[in-house]
């Protein structure tokens, strides 16, 4: 066990010094990763500029409201996202076999083998538009609010992690499962503005099977006092409890997943 926790370190700092071979060509992707997300949020503050407020909430709240989903979604899919779209390849290549025969935790080599420095450029944009919008937003500041909205993102990245992972294990089963990721991505983008902007199917499914809602909108709104549909009170612990269970289902279906792959000859 303890070897295992010393190799992935190591790991991971391989991958991260493969990806900073063109260093000019990674830091170019990440200003063109901000450039394109800070323009998709220009067009929410033009809405919201024009009348006022979406939903009842006004720019400010919005700007918290994103800048917590794009850092809480790059925690996530930096240990997740290409890791899991990739698994789909090396089922139907048969190259997943060999990774089965090393002496280690198949999802753990994974994860750490390519944990990704790509997502510098989202996490680099959010804290900024965190900051910005925190010294302007109402908030009722203590320790106890602070240690909720670090817990609450935490849970966020938890859930983009589950989610990313359950799909990517699909794979073990069904050969293929990347076309899962426009799903996911769809609702991706909803999860962006407040729950409350969408119909009661809507607001359901990203509270349930597609729990996208924990991400951003239902913590966002516990922290600062908006009342969040369908979970009412609930909302506050509902948004940190979010995190561990769905990572504890997405443990139980990468096993399950993992039990039942044949091979690349099925």
């Known amino acids: 066990m303890l070897r295992t926790l010393r190799i992935l370190p190591r ?9 900073m071979e063109y260093r000019g060509a990674f830091w170019i992707d990440r200003i063109a990763q901000v450039i394109t997300y800070a323009s998709s949020f220009a067009v929410i503050w033009i809405l919201a500029d024009r009348f006022g407020s979406i939903a009842g909430w006004n720019w400010s709240e919005l700007a918290l409201l994103f800048s917590f989903h794009l850092l809480g ?44 420095p790509g ?3 989202h996490a680099l944009l959010g804290i900024g538009m965190m900051a910005w919008s925190l010294s302007i937003v109402a908030v009722p500041w203590s320790i106890g609010w602070v240690a909720y909205f670090v817990a609450a993102l935490l849970s966020a990245a938890m859930v983009t992690g589950a989610t990313l992972t359950v ?15 426009s799903l996911f991505f769809g609702f991706w983008e909803l999860s962006r503005y407040p729950l409350n902007i969408f119909p009661t199917a809507i607001q359901a499914t990203m509270l349930s099977f597609v729990p996208l809602g924990f991400m951003a909108s239902v913590p966002v709104a516990v922290l600062l006092g908006k009342p969040v549909p369908i979970l009412g ?11 561990p269970f769905f990572v504890a289902l997405a443990m139980w279906h990468w096993r399950y997943a993992l039990d039942r792959y044949q091979g690349a000859g099925g």
């Open 73 to 116: 979604y790059s925690l996530g899919a930096c240990m997740s996202f290409t890791q899991m779209r990739q698994l789909e390849e090396a089922v139907r290549l048969g190259t997943l076999d060999t990774l089965l025969t090393k002496p280690i935790s198949p999802w753990a080599y994974m994860v750490f083998s390519g944990l990704n």
């Open 119 to 121: 997502y510098t450029g």
């Open 167 to 181: 799909i990517g294990a699909t794979a073990l089963i069904w050969t293929r499962s990347n076309h899962l990721y």
């Open 233 to 243: 009170d609930w909302a506050g612990p509902a948004a940190l409890l979010a995190g």
């Open 11 to 19: 790991l991971a700092l391989m991958y991260f010094r493969s990806q």
